[in-house]
């Protein structure tokens, strides 16, 4: 039982490149024979090789040699909402997901929703089109559950409001920044059950992480939980940046002029581990921090493509 625990820490069984995947396959894809690499379209827990060790070294250090232009730099920092507007802008009618791995990788989320579990209050920070408010009310047969979804972007709050599914008894989406100094208005202090936080701390600065986690605790009750999700050190879309990308270390901007960052598990679990001050403990406790790593594969052009992934469990002490 230990060791199927500290596994569980440790890895995660969640694919999102194939969401259609039945919960039977997640994690169970493991790669024996190296010539059969191309008889299916993705393994579960790839170990790299030293080939790919090193190609990762040659990518990352190619990226240091031509980040981007110290004069080009400070648009990226003053201007991050214009970005993520314009990104919305363009795939409003496209970027609406279905997260059906939600319910194997995060099964807490959706005890919320449970016709017994009581008042329940959820909140997605970074919430996009509402990928994960949507499905979670829809499942819900909780009458007391209430679910807060925000976005730096007020367009894709707009994407969310738009949406047929959308009602205000249940739900509310409003503008906010995470790195904000100041927790919403709309939600009270140590309030909050959970916090869903998928692929959106990589797209703050690392001067705003603190902050960041410093608002997550203040909106969480006592033993509130955040299920976190991100990228991790050296995925794919990490190595495939072209010169003129990196704004910092491990710190770069998409074509879009959105940014995003590439973790490792130890800086995530120090950040959500840290004090608030000297006087005070850790404000969090690591309940999983797992690596991630998939091999997709495409078995027409004969192609491995290795994702990283970050997944954690992170509860408020």
């Known amino acids: 039982m230990a060791d199927a625990q500290n596994k569980k820490t440790s890895s995660s069984a969640i694919d999102v490149a ?3 995947d039945s919960a039977a396959k997640f994690g169970s894809r493991l ?5 059969a690499v191309f008889s299916q379209n993705a393994w579960d827990h790839v170990e790299w090789d030293e080939e790919q060790d090193r190609y990762a070294q040659e990518r990352i250090q190619k990226h240091l040699s031509s980040p981007v232009p110290e004069e080009e730099q400070e648009q990226y920092y003053a201007q991050p909402a214009h ?3 314009n990104f919305y802008q363009k795939n409003e009618n496209r970027f609406f997901k279905d997260r059906n791995w939600l319910r194997l990788e995060f099964p ?4 919320t929703a449970d016709a017994d579990a009581g008042k329940k209050t959820v909140f997605e920070v970074g919430c996009g089109a509402g990928n994960t408010m949507f499905p979670l009310l829809q499942e819900s047969k909780n009458p007391n559950l209430f679910v807060y979804a925000a976005d730096f972007s007020s367009t894709a709050v707009q994407v969310v ?14 503008v906010w920044d995470l790195a904000s100094p100041d927790i919403p208005e709309h939600i009270q202090p140590e ?17 705003q992480w603190e902050q960041a986690i410093t608002n997550m605790y203040k909106m969480l009750k006592p033993g509130g939980l955040v299920l976190f999700r991100d990228y991790g050190r050296h995925d794919l879309a990490q190595l495939r940046f072209k010169e003129k990308r990196l704004l910092k270390e491990n710190f770069y901007i998409r074509g879009d002029g959105t940014r995003v960052y590439f973790f490792t598990p130890e800086e995530v679990a120090g950040l959500f581990t840290s004090k608030a001050s000297e006087e005070t403990g850790p404000r969090f406790e690591v309940e999983q921090n797992a690596v991630d790593r998939r091999m997709i594969v495409n078995r027409s052009r004969k192609l491995k493509m290795y994702r990283v992934w970050l997944q954690g469990k992170f509860r408020k002490l």
Do not use: C, G, K, M
């Not at 807490?108 to 005890?111: D, G, K, N, P």
């Not at 959106?200 to 690392?206: F, G, I, N, Q, R």
């Open 18 to 20: 194939d969401a259609t």
């Open 161 to 174: 409001q738009n949406n047929p599914s959308y009602d205000t008894s249940r739900s509310l989406a409003f």
């Open 108 to 111: 807490e989320l959706f005890l």
């Open 31 to 35: 790669l024996q024979d190296e010539e």
């Open 191 to 207: 309030s909050l059950d959970i916090i869903v936080l998928i692929f959106v701390l990589s797209a703050l600065t690392p001067e």
């Open 83 to 85: 970005y993520w507007n």
